[in-house]
């Protein structure tokens, strides 16, 4: 096999096709952060600066944190990246990738360009740390700026660096690379069609690197008739030669809502279509492959002197899709995804979740995580977007981009600790990055192990009283009670029995209108309301109108002359031809009265 050796220039004067990228989108075209335990850098392409942390990482940081502007102003960058244990606390550098996007600059029009910015300054962090003064990034400086001038705009292009940060290996739709910054600056590069198997068209969109063999995730382009426009691939690539030695590929289960997709458009950068790969730094031979488009997380493991790459297993969730919008390892068995949940049109946006897997073996997928962020120990910080987008690891702590550019960084803490992000009550709340605080857990709950989730609840029959950092719960006695989650055992002998149960109200016998109004018509009651509306008791008032009236009449027959007597007759029988009337009036008011009682 031959290599196809091209030849970097800083100056060709070539018309090249416009690439106008939004600068204001945090999620495109590569990952914008990068952290290890010595140094967090972001690329902030609105503004044009770097933002720089150095660890210690801790809850007041201004004096370890600076920023500076890009070398160029016509420069975009893709992407940002450090080696997980480069670790020199002297010559401090970070990797940075991207394109040349104003045809204004003197030197190159529309090209891709690698580089390092390296501190080169004579004082060491403990200068700072001890005399308290603030961090000056005026040592910063741009080497080894490399261009890649025979090749126009790159939609794909992504940087893979070795552990510990000795060369990058940059993969793009045109060219594969690998880039020494130190000391001379030496570049390799190959075509991709001298790369990628079967003279193939791949779309690289993620790739992560070990110090032997790198795992990038991609689209292979389909046929130009094909109903399916891509296929998700997965290559397993030496780093010695840049050959691609095992390759996997995607294929849907029939039936399924993935085996409908067509990857339409693929051809040009999408967020819809990120991936993410992560080795895991403690155990090479095991890979996670994020691809949030299929809502499904992937476990490899590289085989055969790292020459084969098999799928172990993998997690679906559901029928969103955003699951392994970002994969990271913490631990050889602790691991963290970003679960950012759309609708498969992706015009929902549902929430945003990092579920932490700290119990990963080597055959199988945790059917549930260990915990879920943000909970009530690890709230989102008021300052932090709850759209979070990105998340890289230190490896055993990790930083998260949300969509405005803001960044939380929960770090790793030790057992009987948890890693709050509460920043309520914090004078540094508005700080960016935001950093999480060591906090001991509370009563009532424990932490055994290491890492950035939060504390569990105390077992039913354990307790901790919280009277030092609890790394695991202590038992009660048997004669007590200890409830989830208890801080303190309770005797049962102070404990009463309560009856939660209550029957339920009886239902009356009578249900009928007619009988409930044959049931109240000769009751009276005990009360003056009762006595008022019962029928009884106005019956027994006519009736005593009734007897005095034919009392009274029958006096007339006795007592009053004739001539006189038929007068009254005729005064009477006038009073009873209108009854009829009062009655109808006194049933109207009587049966008022009656629906009002009932």
């Given at each position: 096999m031959h290599f196809s050796i091209l030849t970097i220039v800083f100056s060709i004067n070539y018309v090249f096709s416009s690439f106008s990228p939004d600068t204001s989108d945090n999620n495109a075209y590569g990952v914008k952060i990068a952290a290890n335990d010595v140094i967090f850098v972001q690329a902030e392409s609105s503004a044009q600066t770097f933002l720089v942390q150095f660890a210690p990482y801790n809850y007041t940081m201004d004096s370890l944190q600076c920023s500076f502007d890009y070398d160029d102003s016509d420069h975009y960058i893709y992407t940002v990246s450090v080696g997980p244990k480069q670790n020199s606390t002297s010559n401090i550098y970070f990797y940075f990738a991207g394109e040349i996007v104003s045809t204004t600059s003197t030197s190159t029009t529309n090209r891709s360009f690698v580089g390092i910015w390296i501190n080169r300054d004579l004082h060491n962090l403990d200068y700072y740390l001890n005399s308290h003064q603030p961090l000056s990034c005026d040592h910063f400086q741009v080497e080894q700026l490399k261009f890649l001038s025979a090749y126009d705009h790159q939609e794909y292009y992504i940087l893979a660096v070795e552990p510990y940060g000795t060369y990058a290996i940059g993969l793009a739709e045109d060219f594969v690379f690998t880039y020494r910054p130190l000391p001379s600056g030496a570049m390799t590069i190959k075509a991709s069609?001298?790369?990628?198997?079967?003279?193939?068209?791949?779309?690289?969109?993620?790739?992560?690197?070990?110090?032997?063999?790198?795992?990038?995730?991609?689209?292979?382009?389909?046929?130009?008739?094909?109903?399916?426009?891509?296929?998700?691939?997965?290559?397993?690539?030496?780093?010695?030669?840049?050959?691609?030695?095992?390759?996997?590929?995607?294929?849907?289960?029939?039936?399924?809502?993935?085996?409908?997709?067509?990857?339409?458009?693929?051809?040009?950068?999408?967020?819809?279509?990120?991936m993410s790969v992560k080795i895991n730094s403690d155990d090479p031979t095991r890979v996670l492959v994020g691809m949030p488009f299929l809502n499904t997380v992937f476990l490899f493991q590289v085989r055969n002197g790292n020459t084969n790459l098999t799928l172990i297993t993998s997690m679906e969730n559901g029928q969103a899709v955003g699951f392994g919008q970002s994969v990271t390892w913490l631990t050889k068995s602790q691991a963290a995804i970003l679960v950012t949940s759309y609708s498969t049109d992706y015009l929902t946006w549902y929430s945003t979740k990092v579920y932490v897997y700290t119990s990963f073996n080597d055959t199988t997928f945790p059917s549930l995580p260990t915990a879920v962020i943000p909970n009530s120990q690890q709230p989102i910080p008021s300052t932090i977007n709850?759209?979070?987008?990105?998340m890289v690891s230190t490896p055993s702590s990790v930083a998260v981009l949300d969509t405005n550019g803001g960044v939380v960084i929960i770090l790793n803490e030790d057992p009987g600790y948890y890693a709050s992000t509460d920043?309520?009550?914090?004078?540094?709340?508005?700080?960016?990055?935001?950093?999480s605080h060591a906090t001991e857990c509370i009563a009532g709950t424990y932490k055994s192990d290491?890492?950035?989730?939060?504390?569990?609840?105390?077992?039913?029959?354990?307790?901790?009283?919280?009277t030092t950092a609890a790394t695991s719960c202590s038992n009660c006695s048997a004669d007590t009670f200890c409830p989830l989650g208890a801080y303190e055992e309770l005797s049962t002998s102070v404990l009463t029995s309560v009856s939660q149960a209550y029957a339920y109200p009886r239902s009356p016998e009578m249900d009928n209108f007619e009988d409930i109004l044959l049931n109240n018509m000769f009751a009276i009651g005990s009360t003056p309301h009762c006595v008022i509306v019962s029928p009884i008791f106005w019956t027994l008032i006519l009736?005593?109108?009734?007897?005095?009236?034919?009392?009274?009449?029958?006096?007339?027959?006795?007592?009053?002359?004739?001539?006189?007597?038929?007068?009254?007759?005729?005064?009477?029988?006038?009073v009873f031809i209108r009854t009829d009337l009062v009655v109808g009036i006194s049933e109207f008011f009587y049966l008022r009265n009656l629906l009002n009682s009932m």
């Open positions: 069609t001298l790369v990628w198997p079967d003279n193939s068209t791949f779309y690289p969109c993620a790739a992560d690197a070990s110090d032997t063999f790198t795992v990038i995730a991609g689209f292979v382009k389909g046929a130009a008739r094909s109903r399916v426009r891509a296929t998700p691939t997965v290559y397993l690539m030496l780093n010695t030669n840049l050959t691609v030695v095992s390759t996997w590929s995607y294929s849907a289960t029939t039936g399924t809502w993935q085996s409908r997709l067509t990857y339409s458009f693929t051809e040009s950068w999408n967020s819809k279509y990120t709850s759209k979070l987008i990105r920043t309520t009550n914090s004078p540094v709340a508005a700080a960016m990055p935001v950093v290491a890492g950035i989730h939060p504390c569990s609840l105390c077992p039913i029959g354990t307790k901790n009283p919280a009736v005593c109108i009734f007897i005095i009236l034919l009392t009274g009449m029958g006096s007339m027959n006795l007592c009053v002359q004739p001539s006189k007597r038929e007068q009254w007759r005729a005064r009477i029988k006038s």
